[in-house]
């Protein structure tokens, strides 16, 4: 299939309405801590066994179109011996594969960070595309302070992210382009709101200077709210100060924006996620591609014990259920049960 046409078709699969991504990709430590947090020891035996779980959940498909996942997991079998990719088409979701990988300090600009991984990003893609990867995921994450994040940031933060999606294009992989303005601080709104969009208007220029197309993208940000030290905002607030800057920031050429969770609950992620979809018709599909705030219930219930599956299994379809109706304003606490 021509390139064009392979990444056009893995968009429109990817931004059905009612769907959305469930990121589970998390690094070794990243995936440790959360183990830990629920009693068990993070093994790679550990790590197949609970991927395994949730992406079988019957009818996960339904609500999730795409789950991004860690190398490791893309060449893991299921408990079942199916490949992970092929048990994921098969439950009609696309695989995909993070890419980056990770942050350090971002030199002569202290208290900033930089994403590290176009060294032998091509013939990495080549071989996930090998394994079945359709789509990829890159983040860079900017911390905000009074005087973070600094311009040198914002600037080697965005080309990196815009090298990484031209990368991806080249080969027939969607890129999910992911600046994360971090939640953690005492900052106020108007401040974060401040940070995202020069953050958010770095991107885009960044974008088209490596003529990264649009139409062939996914945007992961993060919304605007508060610092999480902070009381948090209401809904239809968050709603509309995210929207505000996107609109001033955001071409109407890109399909999906899908938001990554950043730290707020499941339920406080539903709910913003609702609101933004009750705010009238946007140019953009707005989604999610949470990571915590789908599977930390999930986790829960699992426990580190296979016995707890099926219940692992209703917790994951639950919160996918419902960031599905938020998807078209349609959920209400009430649908929590
Ligand atoms: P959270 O939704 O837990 O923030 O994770 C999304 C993600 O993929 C961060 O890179």
Not at 240 to 264: H, M
Not at 301 to 329: D, M, V, Y
Request: proline share 7%; aromatic share 6%.
């Amino acid at each position: 299939m021509p390139i064009q046409d392979e990444l056009a078709s893995t968009i429109q699969r990817l931004i059905q309405p009612g769907q959305g991504i469930l990121a589970a990709d998390e690094s070794h430590p990243t995936i440790a801590k959360r183990f830990t947090a629920v009693g068990v020891e993070s093994t790679e035996e550990k790590r197949r066994e609970y991927r395994s779980l949730i992406f079988s959940a019957p009818g996960l498909g339904e609500f999730i179109s795409g789950v991004i996942l860690f190398e490791e997991t893309l060449g893991q079998q299921s408990l079942d011996k199916v490949p992970i990719p092929a048990m994921l088409e098969n439950q009609g979701i696309v695989p995909g594969i993070k890419v980056d990988k990770g942050k350090k300090p971002l030199v002569n600009a202290p208290g900033d960070e930089i994403t590290f991984g176009l060294d032998g990003l091509e013939d990495r893609l080549e071989i996930y595309k090998n394994q079945g990867a359709r789509f990829a995921k890159w983040r860079n994450v900017f911390h905000i302070s009074a005087t973070l994040p600094s311009r040198q940031a914002v600037e080697a933060n965005a080309e990196t992210l815009a090298r990484y999606g031209a990368v991806c294009q080249s080969l027939g992989i969607v890129p999910i382009v992911e600046p994360e303005v971090l939640i953690d601080g005492d900052h106020s709104i108007e401040r974060c709101a401040e940070v995202s969009e020069a953050v958010l208007r770095e991107v885009f220029i960044a974008l088209a200077r490596h003529r990264v197309a649009l139409e062939h993208m996914i945007l992961k940000p993060s919304m605007v709210t508060p610092g999480k030290d902070c009381p948090k905002a209401p809904p239809e607030q968050v709603a509309e100060a995210t929207l505000a800057v996107f609109r001033r920031t955001v071409p109407a050429a890109v399909p999906g924006i899908n938001f990554l969770s950043g730290g707020q609950t499941p339920e406080e992620a539903t709910e913003n996620l609702n609101a933004l979809n009750t705010m009238g018709t946007q140019p953009w599909a707005l989604s999610f591609s949470y990571g915590r705030a789908l599977q930390e219930p999930a986790q829960k219930a699992w426990a580190g014990k296979l016995e707890n599956g099926p219940a692992a299994q209703e917790a994951i379809l639950k919160r996918a259920r419902l960031n599905g109706a938020a998807r078209s304003g349609t959920y209400s606490a009430i649908m929590e049960g």
